[in-house]
């Protein structure tokens, strides 16, 4: 996911490597086109249907919180997310991390919204925003994020309410 435009106050030794994180994370919360020569099931036009509430229960296998970057004195987290999907073909990501370097702990949110579409097991998200896109592994009441950087994969697992 694109990073939203929540304003952030971010010390500047580490705004940079934070701001490619939180983008890296929150991509696991959001965003990808439906682009697919198989027939997409519309929003709401099945009866099992991805709608629905969810929030993040593990990152990597592990519950929240779950840090994301820790280097020394550094620590980057997740702490929550909730992921809402909607019958008119909506969705919107709320997610919230935590930084902590000595003497200084700031707590981001990054929330973003845009459409999906559901293609057998696969739900197609497009930003609102900007038009990127993610994709998620629907199955037994669970979305699945498996979002790599190129060098590491983080699977992010949202679990309805």
Request: hydrophobic share 30%.
């Given at each position: 996911?694109?990073?939203?435009r929540?304003?952030?106050?971010?010390?500047?030794?580490?705004?940079?490597?934070?701001?490619?994180?939180?983008?890296?994370?929150?991509?696991?919360?959001?965003?990808?086109?439906?682009?697919?020569?198989?027939?997409?099931?519309?929003?709401?036009?099945s009866?099992?249907?991805?709608?629905?509430?969810?929030?993040?229960?593990?990152?990597?296998?592990?519950?929240?919180?779950?840090?994301?970057?820790?280097?020394?004195?550094?620590?980057y987290?997740?702490?929550?997310?909730?992921?809402?999907?909607?019958?008119?073909?909506?969705?919107?990501?709320?997610?919230?991390?935590?930084?902590?370097?000595?003497?200084?702990?700031?707590?981001?949110?990054?929330?973003?919204?845009g459409?999906?579409?559901?293609?057998?097991?696969?739900?197609?998200?497009?930003?609102?925003?900007?038009?990127?896109?993610?994709?998620?592994?629907?199955a037994?009441?669970?979305?699945?994020?498996?979002?790599?950087?190129?060098?590491?994969?983080?699977?992010?697992?949202?679990?309805?309410k």
């Amino acid at each position: 996911m694109r990073e939203s435009r929540t304003k952030r106050v971010v010390p500047q030794r580490t705004s940079g490597w934070a701001r490619t994180l939180a983008c890296a994370a929150a991509l696991a919360a959001v965003t990808l086109s439906a682009c697919s020569s198989d027939s997409p099931t519309g929003p709401g036009s099945s009866s099992s249907t991805p709608v629905g509430n969810y929030t993040i229960t593990t990152v990597n296998g592990k519950s929240l919180p779950v840090a994301l970057a820790a280097d020394g004195n550094y620590l980057y987290e997740v702490t929550v997310g909730t992921l809402s999907i909607t019958s008119d073909g909506k969705y919107s990501v709320v997610t919230t991390f935590r930084q902590t370097i000595p003497g200084n702990v700031q707590l981001f949110v990054d929330s973003t919204g845009g459409s999906w579409v559901l293609n057998g097991t696969t739900i197609n998200l497009t930003n609102g925003q900007d038009g990127s896109a993610d994709q998620a592994t629907w199955a037994n009441k669970q979305l699945t994020f498996a979002e790599s950087d190129g060098t590491t994969t983080t699977t992010y697992v949202y679990s309805r309410k």
